[in-house]
């Protein structure tokens, strides 16, 4: 695969930022690209003004990050100038219908032609508790032909309430934009890193009464959720929000466990989430793993399984971008992640979408033989 990755200094002159951040690129099939809200809308226009050609897709976030760092304050840009083939749209009302424009995926995924070592990469505005509603739409079309689904939900500086994707030019509030990109180089491996564990010795708890459409659970095992998540901290329910970031949920599927963030609790004494729990789903209280050691296991993992990888992307959550920077690890934790990935890129948002799964707090790497 070539391709190249650049950045600059988000500033108001647009076609400087852009240009400097593209200052490599020759003539891309694909440009990736993140940037905070501020000027996204002009420099989407402004990529496309400058490469018609190219698929160009992009978020918002909170930080862009890559092999040499992170940053709050970049646009951040690769253009892959060959070893892919790939197609792009966009999925409309994604809080209401997105399932009326599974037609768009179908095109897609018949421009390409070739299902094997192929995904779908996608990102989704924030705040309209449609990722699953998305994930459901594009696996409608890709889940029987062996093409999985990744991608995140659309970040910005935790303070604005808005957020923004971008497809050739176009920047969008309310929709998904996906990709479908098949990598002609060799397989595609998938990561999923989980920096909490289950609390020991602590039972699950079962989702007996859920407001799925709203995220809410208002009882678990019978008895109002947010009573249920107090008892198993074992501290009053008056002060629950202070275990909030630190204890998320895990919901239980078969072998695996996928974090669902606390968001807050409701008036009724009902617990909402940022992530959909289903009617008599298993959750386990969670608590801080060491992250550090866990990191350190995923970069072996990858170096066991892909030890020469042509490119990767990677899709971070902006709770673990915060405890990251909190605690001065962030920059340390990018260039880790470079020594075993290579040159990468990718962006922290508010959420992670995985094949079938939606969840929080989690960091997902996509490596490309």
């Given at each position: 695969m070539n391709y190249h990755i650049g950045s600059s200094h988000v500033s108001s002159d647009i076609r400087a930022t852009v240009g400097e951040a593209c200052a490599g690129f020759n003539d891309p099939k694909l440009i990736l690209f993140w940037s905070p809200v501020d000027h996204f809308e002009e420099y989407a226009r402004e990529i496309k003004q400058r490469f018609p050609r190219s698929i160009s897709m992009g978020a918002t976030c909170i930080m862009s990050i890559n092999n040499k760092g992170a940053s709050k304050n970049e646009l951040l840009c690769v253009g892959i100038e060959s070893g892919i083939t790939c197609a792009a749209d966009?999925?409309?009302?994604?809080?209401?219908?997105?399932?009326?424009?599974?037609?768009?995926v179908e095109k897609c995924v018949k421009e390409v032609g070739n299902n094997r070592n192929t995904l779908c990469l996608e990102f989704t505005s924030a705040f309209l508790c449609a990722e699953e509603s998305v994930l459901a739409t594009l696996n409608s079309v890709l889940l029987p032909r062996g093409i999985p689904v990744v991608g995140g939900t659309a970040g910005n500086n935790a303070v604005e309430t808005i957020t923004k994707v971008a497809l050739n030019g176009i920047v969008r509030e309310r929709t998904s934009v996906f990709c479908i990109i098949h990598n002609e180089g060799g397989a595609i491996h998938f990561y999923r890193e989980n920096i909490y564990k289950p609390v020991p010795g602590m039972n699950d708890m079962i989702a007996t009464r859920v407001d799925i459409k709203n995220r809410v659970v208002k009882e678990y095992d019978?008895?109002?959720?947010?009573?249920?998540?107090?008892?198993?901290?074992?501290?009053?329910?008056?002060?629950?929000?202070t275990y909030f970031d630190?204890?998320?949920?895990?919901?239980?599927a078969g072998d695996e466990l996928f974090i669902t963030?606390?968001?807050?609790?409701?008036?009724d004494r009902g617990m909402s989430y940022h992530a959909r729990v289903y009617s008599n789903t298993r959750m386990k209280l969670l608590e801080p793993d060491d992250y550090r050691?866990?990191?350190?296991?995923?970069c072996e993992i990858i170096k066991k399984e892909c030890p020469s990888p042509s490119f990767a992307i990677m899709i971070h959550c902006l709770a673990r971008t915060l405890l990251f920077n909190n605690e001065?690890?962030?920059q340390e934790f990018a260039r880790l992640m470079g020594s075993v990935l290579g040159s990468y890129v990718g962006f922290s948002g508010y959420g992670e979408q995985l094949k079938?799964?939606?969840?929080?707090?989690t960091a997902i790497m996509v490596v490309f033989e």
């Amino acid at each position: 695969m070539n391709y190249h990755i650049g950045s600059s200094h988000v500033s108001s002159d647009i076609r400087a930022t852009v240009g400097e951040a593209c200052a490599g690129f020759n003539d891309p099939k694909l440009i990736l690209f993140w940037s905070p809200v501020d000027h996204f809308e002009e420099y989407a226009r402004e990529i496309k003004q400058r490469f018609p050609r190219s698929i160009s897709m992009g978020a918002t976030c909170i930080m862009s990050i890559n092999n040499k760092g992170a940053s709050k304050n970049e646009l951040l840009c690769v253009g892959i100038e060959s070893g892919i083939t790939c197609a792009a749209d966009v999925l409309d009302e994604v809080d209401r219908f997105p399932i009326k424009y599974s037609d768009r995926v179908e095109k897609c995924v018949k421009e390409v032609g070739n299902n094997r070592n192929t995904l779908c990469l996608e990102f989704t505005s924030a705040f309209l508790c449609a990722e699953e509603s998305v994930l459901a739409t594009l696996n409608s079309v890709l889940l029987p032909r062996g093409i999985p689904v990744v991608g995140g939900t659309a970040g910005n500086n935790a303070v604005e309430t808005i957020t923004k994707v971008a497809l050739n030019g176009i920047v969008r509030e309310r929709t998904s934009v996906f990709c479908i990109i098949h990598n002609e180089g060799g397989a595609i491996h998938f990561y999923r890193e989980n920096i909490y564990k289950p609390v020991p010795g602590m039972n699950d708890m079962i989702a007996t009464r859920v407001d799925i459409k709203n995220r809410v659970v208002k009882e678990y095992d019978h008895i109002p959720a947010a009573e249920a998540f107090s008892r198993a901290l074992g501290v009053p329910e008056s002060s629950i929000a202070t275990y909030f970031d630190t204890h998320p949920l895990g919901r239980v599927a078969g072998d695996e466990l996928f974090i669902t963030a606390n968001q807050e609790a409701t008036s009724d004494r009902g617990m909402s989430y940022h992530a959909r729990v289903y009617s008599n789903t298993r959750m386990k209280l969670l608590e801080p793993d060491d992250y550090r050691r866990v990191n350190k296991e995923t970069c072996e993992i990858i170096k066991k399984e892909c030890p020469s990888p042509s490119f990767a992307i990677m899709i971070h959550c902006l709770a673990r971008t915060l405890l990251f920077n909190n605690e001065g690890y962030m920059q340390e934790f990018a260039r880790l992640m470079g020594s075993v990935l290579g040159s990468y890129v990718g962006f922290s948002g508010y959420g992670e979408q995985l094949k079938q799964h939606h969840f929080n707090q989690t960091a997902i790497m996509v490596v490309f033989e």
